[in-house]
């Protein structure tokens, strides 16, 4: 393909939107990088070998708190000017589609998400804090309901992560998105047999509920690792029974041993596609899964995992129970997997973008 650009939110953690910044740059290597803000320590050391091109927020002394700069990413990434390539590829959460391409280009977006904070409520209104920081800013969502809208109609194309970001696609920006399911290194996985601990792997945020796996834990006795890290780290660990172990940001390698070694992986949260449930079933892993959202899309019911479809301890129990009850070998639960692995993704982006090159020449013609 042509010159290739990339952007992406920011840089400074290791989650599955970085892990679909680091499969753009692996396709198309010569292609910069556009983010808000990068922290080489905190995200993916693949970058460090990258182009990576920053704005004035990089030079800010934050790190727990960047979310908190929601006011300034629109004067940050406008900052960038226009980027000047013939694909500029967004892969946006909330943030990165406001960056401008240059006339010429084709603009595509890859959507893990509306922002959640613009059109959900949940994700800063958890508790604490985070509910006073939403009804803060309540009075200016309007306007930056508007700006995103506006910036959402100059793409030349949107691309979804999951049926289910193709929906909130259509709803909040009424466009049509096709869908391209995000990369999953599933070979970093083999399947085995189930150990004793149930395994945690997310952002500690309020909206993934994560205090929810660890009450259900604490309140039947099992072990629990929970890895990542977040703001809600304090009060989860004062929460938490003494068989939950905290792990905090670990390598990848750390992730797959755990994985691997776990007896059933847990989401409680309600997952845009959810990266975490197609690596636990890689691992030959059950999934217990809240029934809405991508989770949907990625597990399936009865097979690879259960479903709980009310957030209460009583319910994700139950379907703890439900998945010790599965009797599908390991293999076959990695086997499901393989559906999302980085080679189709590859072939699939590469072929809407290529549809979308196609149908824009046409039209000039």
């Not at 109609?153 to 709803?171: G, M, Q």
């Not at 929460?239 to 905090?248: E, L, Q, R, S």
């Not at 129970?321 to 072939?347: C, G, K, M, N, Q």
Request: proline share 6%; glycine share 8%.
């Amino acid at each position: 393909m042509r010159r290739v650009a990339i952007v992406h939110d920011y840089l400074n953690q290791r989650g599955g939107a970085e892990r679909v910044a680091l499969e753009l740059s692996g396709m198309w290597l010569s292609a910069p990088i556009y983010t808000s803000l990068y922290r080489p320590d905190s995200t993916f050391g693949e970058f460090m070998s990258r182009r990576v091109i920053t704005t004035f927020l990089d030079q800010l002394p934050v790190d727990r708190g960047f979310r908190n700069l929601f006011p300034l990413y629109p004067l940050a990434f406008r900052q960038l000017g226009e980027i000047n390539a013939d694909v500029v590829i967004a892969s946006s959460s909330g943030w990165a589609h406001l960056a401008r391409a240059a006339p010429e280009a084709l603009h595509v977006v890859y959507c893990h998400t509306p922002a959640r904070w613009l059109y959900g409520g949940e994700y800063l209104g958890g508790s604490g804090t985070g509910a006073l920081r939403h009804a803060a800013i309540r009075p200016a969502l309007s306007r930056f309901r508007r700006v995103d809208r506006n910036a959402a109609s100059r793409a030349d194309l949107y691309v979804a992560n999951s049926e289910n970001v193709r929906r909130r696609v259509k709803v909040v920006y009424r466009l049509e998105a096709p869908v391209v399911p995000p990369p999953i290194d599933v070979d970093r996985f083999r399947p085995t047999p189930r150990g004793e601990r149930l395994l945690v792997i997310s952002r500690l945020l309020p909206y993934k509920h994560v205090d929810l796996v660890i009450r259900a834990a604490t309140r039947v006795g099992l072990g629990l690792d929970v890895v990542g890290d977040g703001p809600e780290l304090t009060r989860l660990r004062e929460i938490a029974g003494p068989k939950v172990t905290f792990h905090g940001a670990v390598d990848d390698q750390t992730v797959v041993e755990l994985t691997q070694s776990c007896r059933t992986v847990c989401v409680a949260g309600e997952e845009d596609f959810g990266m975490v449930a197609v690596e636990a079933q890689a691992a030959g892993k059950p999934v217990v899964a809240y029934g809405k959202g991508g989770s949907l899309e990625s597990v399936e019911a009865g097979l690879t995992g259960v479903f709980f479809h009310e957030r209460t301890e009583r319910d994700l129990i139950a379907a703890i129970t439900a998945a010790d009850a599965l009797e599908t070998p390991p293999d076959v639960i990695a086997e499901h997997a393989h559906r999302f692995s980085p080679a189709t993704f590859r072939t699939r982006l590469t072929q809407v973008i290529t549809r979308a090159l196609e149908e824009r020449h046409s039209r000039r013609r």
